[in-house]
Nanobody, 118 residues
Framework: QVQLVESGGGLVQAGGSLRLSCAAS????????MGWFRQAPGKERELVAS???????HYADSVKGRFAISRDNAKNTVYLQMNSLKPEDTAVYYC????????????WGQGTQVTVSS
């Protein structure tokens, strides 16, 4: 089992920044993908950013150039740095792990609310 705990959400004005953290514990995997998702009210959940175990990253077009995913292996923590936030970034943000690197995200955190005011 893997436990994921997000933190760092909150209320911020448009143009501001937040950094989300996702602390992982439990099993370890040699090949995996860490992902940050978000879900806004009335909308489907979307993948915002992901990072493979080898460091390769991917971003949704809507956040490219504004968000950055990173990790601290010593702390078993993945981060999502969010800059130049927009009201449309308002959502609950979740971190998740695909433990086999391509078979699906099996483990999820509880989510953290990000609200961007205009």
């Amino acid at each position: 089992q893997v436990q994921l705990v997000e933190s760092g959400g909150g209320l911020v004005q448009a143009g501001g920044s937040l950094r989300l953290s996702c602390a992982a514990s439990g099993r370890t995997f040699s090949k995996y993908i860490m992902g940050w998702f978000r879900q806004a009210p009335g909308k489907e959940r979307e993948l915002v950013a992901s990072m493979w175990n080898d460091g390769i990253t991917h971003y949704a077009d809507s956040v490219k150039g504004r968000f950055a995913i990173s990790r601290d292996n010593a702390k078993n923590t993945v981060y999502l740095q969010m800059n130049s936030l927009k009201p449309e970034d308002t959502a609950v943000y979740y971190c998740a792990v695909d433990p086999l690197g391509g078979t699906g995200y099996d483990y999820w955190g509880q989510g953290t609310q990000v609200t961007v005011s205009s």
